[in-house]
Structure formats: structure tokens, C-alpha cells
């Protein structure tokens, strides 16, 4: 009888494992939910990189605003670069909304370095050596990034690089009010 009664809590126990399994497999494992959608982003006033203007939140005011994390650490904002500076000259060619470079976790010469061997995308890049900011932005890692609304509110966290097309699928619909459904994963 105690066989019996084991086998049957094991296959209970196997069961309750296959259904979480088939529950989890609609799930993306890049989304990482944010509690602060919806809510003002965290103002910030630091240091920039290149050591010429502090870099502010509150200057931004006014226009959509995207703010990407990153360091000179992460492989994965190597690859996103290169599309972050398109974004960028896309954001000087439509002037209606602009990039701001978090760096975080990282050292000057780190950050210098990497612009320099990948490129200077034209944007203002805060210093947040101690991780001061992307704490209160609810960071885990980098790359992430965040839309900010022209009236100061989070209106989306991306993790993970952003992509060719992001612009398109993801920004443009929200600065022309028509959102969509991407919550910040890559295409599949």
C-alpha cells in the first residue's frame, strides 16, 4: 500500500511539473515587468562620459525620450550598438524624439574606450559608476532601455538589445499613438 500511495504522489508531483512546463512555454523569458510603467521615471542629474554637460532627465521634458543602460562590460550592448546608432541618426533626422546613454557599473575609461573603438552615436551618455540610476530604474542588467513620454512617465522597458526595426515596431507607434503590444522582447 505505501508503494501505491507513493507512485501516485509522484506521478501528482510529475504532473504539477509538466503543467507549470507547458504554462511557462508562452512565456518570454526576456520580459522582465517593471513596476514602474506607468509611473514618472526617477529624475537624474550626473556626470556625462565625455565630461562636457551633466546629462538631466528634466532637460528632456517635452519629448519622447529613449534612455538605454548599458556598460563597456556587456557583450550584448556591442551588438546593440550598431543599431542604436541608426536609431540615433533617426532621431536627428525626425527631431521628435531623442536618446540618452546610461552608463553604468562601468569606469570612464571603459566607456571612452568603447565609443571610441565602436563608434559616438551623438548622444548624451550619463556616468553612474555606483549604479545609482539604474537602481532607481529597476535595472537588472544591460542592455536595457526605457520610453520615456514627453510628459515624464515610463511608458515602456525593453530588455535586452534593441533590434533592426525596433524603431518601427516599438518607438514610432507610441510617438504616433497608436501602441502596440511589444513589451520589450526581441523578435522570435
Partial sequence: MFKSAWKIALLGVI?????????GL???????????????????????????????????????????????????????HRDLMQLAAIARERGDFSIVGIDFRDTREGA???????????????????????IDWG????????IVTPDGKIALKHTGPIYPGWFEKVLLPRIEGRETGEKGAAPS
Fill in 15 to 23: 504532473a504539477v511539473i509538466l503543467v507549470l512546463f507547458y504554462l
Fill in 26 to 80: 508562452g512565456n518570454n523569458p526576456r520580459v522582465i515587468p517593471s513596476p514602474l510603467v506607468g509611473k514618472m521615471a526617477q529624475p537624474f542629474d550626473a556626470e556625462p562620459v565625455d565630461g562636457t554637460q551633466r546629462v538631466r532627465l528634466e532637460d528632456y521634458r517635452g519629448t519622447w525620450l529613449v534612455v538605454n543602460f548599458w556598460g563597456s562590460w556587456c557583450v550584448s550592448c556591442i551588438s546593440e
Fill in 112 to 134: 571612452r574606450t568603447f565609443m571610441k573603438r565602436h563608434g559616438n552615436p551623438g548622444y548624451h551618455h550619463a556616468f553612474d559608476p555606483k549604479q545609482k540610476i539604474a
Fill in 139 to 146: 535595472v537588472y542588467g544591460a542592455p536595457e532601455s526605457f
